[in-house]
């Protein structure tokens, strides 16, 4: 049963995406961050900010988390935060409270200055969170703040996996990568109702 509901969600999740997140061309034209140029892109932020959405991944993102003890979640902002969020009040909903946190793009000039706002401290284990991965460095400026702090970083969850190349900088952080979706899927989901509608 709880399976079936896992899949369910992940089902919506993937409608939600192909009808509001996925941009497609038949010419490259979307710059991703890395500065190459796509057919496709993926702009996570109109299900990340929904409430459906923000339901859904909260759901999923507990589900994948559940069995790890982890302390915290959060990532750069701001495609993280709305994540970290969902999941935070989700673990609450269902009994296992998991802390948010968000981190800075820079350091502020006033007040504490930090990088790391929020429930999450030295020693804490704690997973990184993305919407979209392409070639990490959002997760890396995440990764070396939370270094500095003194966090255990126990690997990293995202919506949506896309590297473009196996050697991005990310991957050899030695962390395990649990993506909700690998592109592959989402292209292919995208193209067959692309096809459907015709």
Known sequence: MRKQRERDLRERLKELIIERSFLYSEEPKFR??????SNYYINCKPVTM???GLYLIGNILFDMLESIDID????LTLGA???AYAVSYTSYLRGKPIRAFV??????????GKLVEGNVKEGDRVVIIEDVITTGSSTLKAYRALKELGADIVGIVAIVLRPEDKEEEFLKLNLPVWPIFEVDELKRAYMERRSGLR
Do not use: F, M, N, Y
């Not at 991703?32 to 140029?37: D, E, F, T």
């Not at 915290?72 to 990532?75: D, I």
């Open 32 to 37: 991703l961050a890395s500065g190459r140029i």
């Open 50 to 52: 929904d409430p459906e």
């Open 72 to 75: 915290a979640v959060g990532g």
């Open 81 to 83: 935060d709305p994540i």
């Open 103 to 112: 981190v800075r793009k820079e350091q502020k000039d006033h007040g504490t």
